[in-house]
């Protein structure tokens, strides 16, 4: 399990998805963009690992639910 850094703010989330953002529709990146705004409007801002898991569920078309079960499969939860 890889370790990603701590963040602090809405800018340094926006800034790891913008990293992400080729790999995506326009759509799911606006759709991520409003996820990770309403996280960090409860002062909680998604690290690289948390935004990884956002594009999973975008490129392979998994809910929620599946998306948990592969994170304790790797012992990420």
């Given at each position: 399990?890889?370790?990603?850094?701590?963040?602090?703010?809405?800018?340094?989330?926006?800034?790891?998805?913008?990293?992400?953002?080729?790999?995506?529709?326009?759509?799911?990146?606006?759709?991520?963009?409003?996820?990770?705004?309403?996280?960090?409007i409860e002062d909680i801002f998604l690290n690289e690992s948390?935004?990884?898991?956002l594009i999973e569920m975008d490129t392979e078309n998994l809910?929620?639910?599946?998306?948990?079960?592969?994170?304790?499969?790797?012992?990420?939860?």
């Amino acid at each position: 399990m890889q370790k990603y850094p701590e963040v602090y703010s809405l800018e340094e989330s926006l800034a790891i998805l913008d990293k992400y953002k080729g790999q995506i529709t326009q759509d799911q990146y606006e759709q991520n963009v409003s996820i990770i705004g309403n996280h960090a409007i409860e002062d909680i801002f998604l690290n690289e690992s948390d935004i990884i898991s956002l594009i999973e569920m975008d490129t392979e078309n998994l809910t929620a639910d599946e998306m948990i079960q592969r994170l304790r499969d790797k012992g990420e939860l």
